[in-house]
């Protein structure tokens, strides 16, 4: 899903909405893009899309100054959703 998606509108009316940063031009353009990928074979399995990799992104948001996961791993079932999401796009 694309930001405009998450936000309810369309490419074409976030383009024409001002930036939220003052003195800056809002960029939405129609350049190639590399994601989403492809969906993984039938069975759904990739074998790059690990709990490590999960754990990995969770510890670049941690040093960004983000919160840690929680322990109950409900985060850590939330991120891999939307980090399968982002790499895949919706399911089909």
Known sequence: MTLPNLLGCGRAD???APSPIPGRERAVTDSPRNYPLEHPESSGNDARFTF??????????TR???PPLADSGLDHVDLQQALFRFL?????
């Open 52 to 61: 490590g990799l999960v754990l990995d992104v969770a510890e670049v948001l």
């Open 88 to 92: 895949y796009g919706p399911a089909e």
């Open 64 to 66: 960004h100054g983000y």
């Open 14 to 16: 976030l383009a024409a």
